[in-house]
């Protein structure tokens, strides 16, 4: 079992930055994937970024693609999502999850979530 909680979301104006941290615990925190996906209000959950579990490799979102950075710290069991020029269609909850194997865009592949953090832009 992983136990995933987010945190870091927040008001933020059109053009600012966010950073969103998903602190884990439970099991060797190096073998998951971590992904990042994103609710905006009466639309469906969408992926935003992946990364493996050694950190080297990443896919994000068109969306996102040159605006946000996923990263991780697998010594203290926490990825996170740098958010930058946020724009008012970034306005969603956003969740943490995991999955064991290779990093994925796919929702339905991961086991583990987050309660998810709410991040609002303002025009």
């Known amino acids: 079992q992983v136990q995933l909680v987010e945190s870091g979301g927040g008001l933020v104006q059109a053009g600012g930055s966010l950073r969103l941290s998903c602190a884990a615990s439970?099991?060797?925190?190096?073998?998951?994937?971590m992904g990042w996906f994103r609710q905006a209000p009466g639309k469906e959950r969408v992926f935003v970024a992946t990364i493996s579990g050694s950190g080297l490799s990443t896919l994000y979102a068109d969306s996102v693609k040159g605006r946000f950075t996923i990263s991780r710290d697998n010594a203290k069991s926490t990825v996170y999502l740098l958010m930058n020029s946020l724009q008012p269609e970034d306005t969603a909850v956003y969740y943490c999850?995991?999955?064991?194997?290779?990093?994925?865009?796919?929702?339905?592949?991961?086991?583990?979530w987050g309660q998810g953090t709410q991040v609002t832009v303002s025009s």
């Open positions: 999850a995991a999955k064991g194997g290779s990093l994925s865009r796919y929702e339905r592949l991961y086991v583990y």
């Open positions: 439970g099991r060797t925190f190096s073998n998951y994937a």
